[in-house]
């Protein structure tokens, strides 16, 4: 009964099951992996946000570039403020702001882009306070450059003259007059008033959408591997049910061109004939019947004077 499986069209569905499965379960185990990665990376960004409340701070020149390590860290720097920009559409605390960006031109002509606060409304350079003339020396988080449509970076173009939608070195090589570098620094304590913007989780590290939607394909290809399994046994199934009618001489399905499939033996056709009582058929030969007929005419004898 079992001998289609031997047949071309199943070991085609055969092979495809067997490679099937093993492919849905490597692909749910990897995006499950991904997810405990990122599980991972929030508790370590937690934990390195922690410690650097208290680890003392470090030159700058020796926090570059920016990893997943060094984000988040203290650093210093010491410069003279230049052109100041602000940034619109940030929220803090549930309030919608702009941040108050002022670049710190450092030895060696290079500006670090430096977030000395927030304040609340819509970006007006009025509210912004000047930054402090002379030499300074800040200290701050050490963030990465933003991606526009990240972490709550705006995508909106054609801002005013003065503003920037992202704090990244592509964003204000075009709006300053000097070379900036590739990573920027938020205040620990905000200048004259404005509140401190607190340091960004790295990228790719929380507990974000992102990182749910990994763990949601891990259940869908665990459902697929199922669903493959549960199709193969579905048309195993189907395929007995046919063979077993087959084997009985029912075939439901088959056309009335193909041939009797009422499964009842047929009578074959005698052309005229009478059935006796028992319901056997007995045919009658006409042909026959007719010569006689005339032979026993042609014996009979005359009967004229």
Same mark, same amino acid.
């Given at each position: *009964?079992?001998?289609?499986?031997?047949?071309?069209?199943?070991?085609?569905?055969?092979?495809?099951?067997?490679?099937?499965?093993p492919?849905?379960?490597?692909?749910?185990?990897?995006?499950?992996?991904?997810?405990?990665?990122?599980?991972?990376?929030?508790?370590?960004?937690?934990?390195?946000? $922690? !410690?650097?409340?208290?680890?003392?701070?470090?030159?700058?020149?020796? *926090?570059?570039?920016?990893?997943?390590?060094? #984000?988040?860290?203290?650093?210093?720097?010491?410069?003279?403020?230049?052109?100041?920009?602000?940034?619109p559409?940030?929220?803090?605390?549930?309030?919608?702001?702009?941040?108050?960006?002022?670049?710190?031109?450092?030895?060696g002509?290079?500006?670090?882009?430096?977030?000395?606060?927030?304040?609340?409304?819509?970006?007006?350079?009025?509210?912004?306070?000047?930054?402090?003339?002379? &030499?300074?020396?800040?200290?701050? !988080?050490?963030?990465? =450059?933003? $991606?526009?449509? $990240?972490?709550?970076v705006?995508?909106?173009?054609?801002?005013?003259?003065?503003?920037?939608?992202?704090?990244?070195?592509? =964003?204000?090589?075009?709006?300053?007059?000097?070379?900036?570098?590739?990573?920027?620094?938020?205040?620990?304590?905000?200048?004259?008033?404005?509140?401190?913007?607190?340091?960004?989780?790295?990228?790719?590290?929380?507990l974000?959408?992102?990182?749910?939607?990994?763990?949601?394909?891990?259940?869908?290809?665990?459902?697929?591997?199922?669903?493959?399994?549960?199709?193969?046994?579905?048309?195993?199934?189907?395929?007995?049910?046919?063979?077993?009618?087959?084997e009985?001489?029912?075939?439901?399905?088959? =056309?009335?061109?193909?041939?009797?499939? #009422?499964? $009842?033996?047929?009578?074959? &056709?005698?052309?005229?004939?009478?059935?006796?009582?028992?319901? &056997?058929?007995?045919?009658?030969?006409?042909?026959?019947?007719?010569?006689?007929? &005339? !032979?026993?005419?042609?014996?009979?004898? #005359?009967? #004229? !004077?």
């Open positions: *009964m079992y001998r289609f499986l031997l047949t071309p069209r199943w070991w085609g569905i055969n092979v495809f099951v067997l490679l099937a499965i492919f849905c379960i490597f692909m749910g185990s990897w995006q499950l992996g991904r997810f405990e990665d990122r599980v991972q990376d929030h508790r370590t960004a937690d934990k390195a946000a $922690s !410690a650097a409340k208290t680890d003392p701070a470090r030159p700058l020149a020796g *926090m570059l570039p920016v990893t997943t390590q060094t #984000s988040g860290k203290q650093t210093l720097a010491t410069g003279r403020y230049g052109k100041q920009l602000l940034v559409d940030r929220e803090l605390d549930g309030r919608q702001g702009f941040y108050v960006l002022t670049l710190l031109r450092v030895d002509g290079k500006a670090l882009p430096v977030v000395r606060g927030w304040l609340p409304g819509a970006a007006d350079p009025a509210k912004a306070p000047a930054a402090p003339g002379g &030499e300074v020396t800040v200290t701050g !988080a050490l963030q990465a =450059s933003e $991606s526009p449509g $990240s972490n709550g705006s995508t909106a173009g054609g801002l005013p003259s003065g503003q920037t939608a992202a704090i990244s070195a592509a =964003s204000l090589v075009n709006l300053v007059p000097y070379t900036p570098y590739d990573a920027w620094i938020t205040l620990d304590k905000a200048d004259a008033g404005m509140k401190a913007v607190p340091p960004a989780a790295p990228q790719n590290t929380g974000d959408l992102k990182a749910f939607q990994n763990l949601g394909y891990t259940g869908e290809w665990f459902v697929f591997a199922g669903f493959v399994v549960f199709m193969w046994f579905r048309l195993l199934r189907r395929e007995v049910e046919f063979a077993r009618d087959a009985l001489g029912l075939f439901p399905d088959a =056309s009335p061109g193909e041939g009797n499939t #009422s499964g $009842s033996a047929s009578v074959p &056709e005698t052309g005229a004939g009478d059935t006796d009582g028992e319901g &056997e058929v007995t045919t009658v030969d006409r042909d026959g019947d007719r010569a006689r007929d &005339e !032979a026993a005419g042609d014996a009979t004898p #005359s009967t #004229s !004077a």
